[in-house]
Structure formats: structure tokens, C-alpha cells
T-cell receptor, first 115, second 112 residues
């Protein structure tokens, strides 16, 4: 499979716990993005990487959130001290440097439920 | 700030009919727009895009219309099929192409 993959697909956690999600982009894509999607809403941009460099972070990304892409391939998104408001679908996408809509591929998402 | 929004949250059409999904955007400087389809449990999938120097673009069974005067975008699906049932998002690609801003989405129901 050459698409974007995410792991896990579902995560249920208790408030206050830490969670980490993984994204594996399409192998030749050097840009990687994280989005958050709540029910009935469109995805909201969180952050993006070009290779291993994190080039932009949204104000939605509070201090409890951290994303890494240490080798310019897979990326992790960690949420510390989870809150119920963190419950959402976390989507990863990847593209080539000059990627536009038709070269912008989303993964299936990780659905997080914070109890 | 920038926003991309949709007029209707749901749309129900009969199989075989044409569907029209509308979208309004607020950033007059936007120069690139995309329509995505999202099925349950999946990430958004690219359908069709259009640049601001165009007012119409056609794909397979889909057409996107752009009216820059009123900052309006629409997606037309011809001969709608049950497999078209999904949530449709219009989106704007930000400067440099690195950030895509999505609207809230319209859920399309196709009745057999």
C-alpha cells in the first residue's frame, strides 16, 4: 500500500493521560501535515513539516501538543495531559514540496476519545 | 480572518439527478480552491480543483464553478450515484501551497 497510514486508528484514554499517534506518509513526499477534525466540521490545520523541519504551528496547537518528524519520514503527534476537548479525529496528510490539492493525500485518521 | 463556509449542511438527491453543492469564501486574495469528498471513517479525498484565473473546470461527472465577484464556489455532480453519498468540503489552499483551509462540509444523501 503506497498511501498515507496512521496508527492507531482509534484511541480511548482517560483525561490526564498522554497519547501518541504515528503517521507514515507516502514515501517520496517531503511535506507532512497534521489536522484535527471534530464532528461535523472540516479539518483544522495544526502543523506541517518539510522534511524534518517543523515550519508552521497553528495557535490550536497548545503547549500540551508536540509533533516531531525526526528523520523526515514518519511523524508523531503527542498530546500530554489529555482533556475531553481533545476528542477528535487527527488526520495526517502528505504532499510533495509543491503539492496542491491533487497531490495532497490524507490518511484515514486516528479517532481519539478522552473520557 | 480567512474562512471558507458552506450554505447548506445537508443535501438529499434522487439517484440519477444532478447535485449542486455550494460554498462561500471570504478571502478575496484566495487563488486556489479544492473540493474534497470524505466518506465515513476515511480521510478527505481530492475531487477537483480550480485556480482563480478560471471560472469553470470539468472532471469526470464533476464540474466546479468559481464566481470571484461574489466569492462563491460550487460543485456539480452529474447523474448522482449512491457511491457519491459523503460529506463534501470546499477548501482554499493558502499561500505557498502548504496549508489548506477547509469549510464545515455538506453531507450529501443519495436516495435510491
Amino acid at each position: 500500500d503506497t498511501g498515507v497510514s496512521q496508527d492507531p486508528r482509534h484511541k480511548i484514554t482517560k483525561r490526564g493521560q498522554n497519547v501518541t499517534f504515528r503517521c507514515d506518509p507516502i514515501s517520496e513526499h517531503n511535506r507532512l501535515y497534521w489536522y484535527r477534525q471534530t464532528l461535523g466540521q472540516g479539518p483544522e490545520f495544526l502543523t506541517y513539516f518539510q522534511n524534518e523541519a517543523q515550519l508552521e504551528k497553528s495557535r490550536l496547537l497548545s503547549d500540551r501538543f508536540s509533533a516531531e518528524r525526526p528523520k523526515g519520514s514518519f511523524s508523531t503527534l503527542e498530546i500530554q495531559r489529555t482533556e475531553q476537548g481533545d476528542s477528535a479525529m487527527y488526520l495526517c496528510a502528505s504532499s510533495l514540496v509543491a503539492g496542491h490539492g491533487n497531490n495532497f493525500y490524507f490518511g484515514p485518521g486516528t479517532r481519539l476519545l478522552v473520557l | 480572518g480567512e474562512s471558507v463556509g458552506l450554505h447548506l449542511p445537508t443535501l438529499s438527491v434522487q439517484e440519477g439527478d444532478n447535485s449542486i453543492i455550494n460554498c462561500a469564501y471570504s478571502n478575496s486574495a484566495s487563488d486556489y480552491f479544492i473540493w474534497y469528498k470524505q466518506e465515513s471513517g476515511k480521510g478527505p479525498q481530492f475531487i477537483i480543483d480550480i485556480r482563480s484565473n478560471m471560472d469553470k473546470r470539468q472532471g469526470q461527472r464533476v464540474t466546479v464553478l468559481l464566481n470571484k465577484t461574489v466569492k462563491h464556489l460550487s460543485l456539480q455532480i452529474a447523474a448522482t450515484q449512491p457511491g457519491d453519498s459523503a460529506v463534501y468540503f470546499c477548501a482554499e489552499n493558502g499561500a505557498g501551497g502548504f496549508k489548506t483551509i477547509f469549510g464545515a462540509g455538506t453531507r450529501l444523501f443519495v436516495k435510491a
